[in-house]
Structures are given as structure tokens and as C-alpha cells.
């Protein structure tokens, strides 16, 4: 039970952060190139298809071969098995994948359609490949003896990449999206190895201060003509805290060697949002921003139940 627990992060959790910060990083880098840049072409343009298809194939590649080089060699290789991790971290880690794969399907698919190829294609090609990384990294894990192929992985991330291709297939658009929060918590102090010894590490790797979101863009539901702002979201939002190990906690004891005992459990949030890619602008430049990072939730007055009472944040980040 406590084989995984004592293990570090687990190289996907940090891969799919990292892809994200990619894709964000180069979408605002494209905000000092000409306003043109910007809009997506009416006809398959080759001029951005292939460099685009290029620096795909190099991302990918490259972070595959890192991740055999840089991880998964210091750990012994087994023969491929799978392992059951859903207990672990009162299923935010879940939460993790389906998110990530998500995000890559909606980036990725923008991306597409941004070099010419139709809404469908694009759709299509955005969502397979979120799913061949994520499960590229399943595969990986199968082979590795510090940890498995996890079932209940690929479950989330076909969630998560369901959720951005059925929606586009169906709607035409994102009628609800996945989003994510981080504010510091207390517990990374006592378990730095696991939880993160400084803020960017702690942003990644500790459950305790992320929060999971699902937002609803309101007038999306309503009928055509509501009064309701299009960017308006209702969102619903699912935490835990108390966590300092996977499965359960190991025993943390203070700097006075005080034992510390914290209580595991869940939180469940609701708030209202902005859904950055519905304002209207005209600003090419700034859709791009606003695209790289919809996946961050806009912080808001929020309610929170969990320890069978309501708290109420002025806002919740």
C-alpha cells in the first residue's frame, strides 16, 4: 500500500503542467507578431500547417525521449501491469488528468483550425491527440516497477477529451469547460518531498491547494435572446485537504516532535466565473491570450461546503 505513497510525483501529473506552460508561453510570445498572425486561415495555409506540424512532432518527441532519459530510467523497468491508484488523493489526481486532456484537445484543436484545417478535422485531431500523450504516458508507467498503467487514468483522460470533442461535435462550441484554481496550503511544510519544497513545485504537486472546476456558461442554456452576458459562468468546484500521502497519512510530527494528526476530506465549491474566450474584442492578439489561459478560473466570491457546514470566501482563489 505503501509502494506508491513513498514515490515522487508521478511523471504525468508534471508532464501535463509542463505542456500546458508550453502551450500558454508560446501563444503569448505570438502577441508581438502582427495583428494578421492572428486569424485563423479560410483555406489550409502550409505556411503554418507544416511549422506548426514540425513543432508538434518536436514536442512530443522530445518530451517522450526526456521523460525515458530523465525519469523512468531511474527506476527499474517490470513487465507491463497495471495498478490500481483511484484511492489515491481523494481522486484529484483524476481530476488532474481529465483536465489536462481537455486543455490539450481545446489548444491543440485551436491550433489547427488557426492553420486552415476545417472546424471538424480540427476537432478530431485536437482530441486524438490528447489522447495519445496521455496515453503515451500510461504505456510508460505500465513498464515502470514504481508505479503501473492505471485504468482509472484513462479514464479521466477520455473524460476530459470526450468532454472538448463531443461539445465542439455537437454545439459548435465550449458550453462547459474545465478550469482549475491554487492558492499555498499548510501541509507542503511538513512532507516538501511530496507536497513541493518552493511555490512553483507546490503549485504542481500539492492536492491540498488545487481546486477542480467544471463552469457552465449561463447564456448558453438560456434561450437566444436572454440579457444574460455571454461570458458569464456558473461554476461548480471539487477540493480536498488534509493530505500528506496518497492513500492515507504517514505519521508528522513538528519541530518540537509533536505528533500532527489532520483530518482528510473533500470540498465542494460553487462560484460564478468569466469565460475569457466569450468576451467579445476584436483583438486577435488578445483571443490568443485569452485562449492560453481559459483553463484558469477567474477568482470570484465562492461557497464552499465541506465538514458538513458552509464557508463563504470573498474570493475564492
Known amino acids: 500500500m505503501w509502494r506508491k505513497i513513498k514515490k515522487k510525483l508521478k511523471p504525468d501529473n508534471l508532464l501535463r503542467k509542463i505542456l500546458v506552460t508550453c502551450c500558454l508561453s508560446a501563444t503569448l510570445c505570438c502577441t508581438l507578431t502582427a495583428q494578421s498572425f492572428f486569424s485563423p486561415a479560410t483555406t489550409l495555409n502550409n505556411n503554418r500547417l507544416v511549422p506548426l506540424l514540425a513543432a508538434e512532432g518536436s514536442l512530443y518527441a522530445g518530451s517522450m525521449v ?73 504505456i510508460f508507467d505500465g513498464f515502470s516497477s514504481a508505479w503501473g498503467f492505471s485504468i482509472g487514468d484513462m479514464i479521466a483522460n477520455t473524460a476530459g477529451a470526450s468532454l472538448y470533442g463531443l461539445q465542439e461535435g455537437g454545439w459548435g ?15 507542503a511544510q511538513y512532507r516538501p ?5 518552493n511555490a512553483l513545485e507546490r503549485s504542481i504537486k500539492d492536492y491540498n491547494g488545487q481546486t477542480y472546476w467544471v463552469a457552465i456558461a449561463i447564456a448558453s442554456f438560456l434561450p437566444k435572446g436572454n440579457k444574460v452576458p455571454q461570458w458569464l459562468c456558473l461554476d461548480f ?26 483530518d482528510r476530506y473533500r470540498q465542494y465549491y460553487c462560484s460564478l466565473d468569466i469565460d475569457l474566450t466569450r468576451i467579445p474584442t476584436n483583438s486577435g492578439a488578445l483571443k490568443a491570450v485569452f485562449g492560453a489561459v481559459s483553463f484558469i478560473k477567474v477568482p470570484m466570491p465562492t461557497v464552499e461546503f465541506s465538514q458538513k457546514k458552509f464557508k463563504f470566501h470573498l474570493l475564492y482563489f
Open 237 to 262: 468546484g471539487y477540493g480536498a485537504e488534509g493530505m500528506v500521502g496518497g492513500t492515507k497519512n504517514p505519521p508528522i510530527y513538528n519541530s518540537n516532535g509533536d505528533e500532527l494528526f489532520f
Open 66 to 138: 526526456g521523460l525515458n532519459l530523465l525519469w523512468y530510467k531511474n527506476y527499474a523497468h517490470s513487465p507491463f501491469h497495471l495498478f490500481n491508484d483511484n484511492k489515491e488523493w481523494l481522486q484529484m489526481d483524476k481530476l488532474g488528468h481529465a483536465l489536462t486532456a481537455y486543455t490539450i484537445g481545446r489548444i491543440t484543436s485551436a491550433l489547427y483550425r488557426w492553420s486552415g484545417i476545417d472546424h471538424s478535422r480540427s476537432t478530431y485531431y485536437g482530441s486524438a491527440l490528447a489522447m495519445a500523450y496521455q496515453t503515451n504516458i500510461e
Open 173 to 187: 462550441e465550449q458550453r462547459v469547460s474545465m478550469k482549475i484554481s491554487f492558492h499555498p496550503s499548510m501541509y
Open 193 to 197: 518531498d511530496e507536497l513541493g519544497t
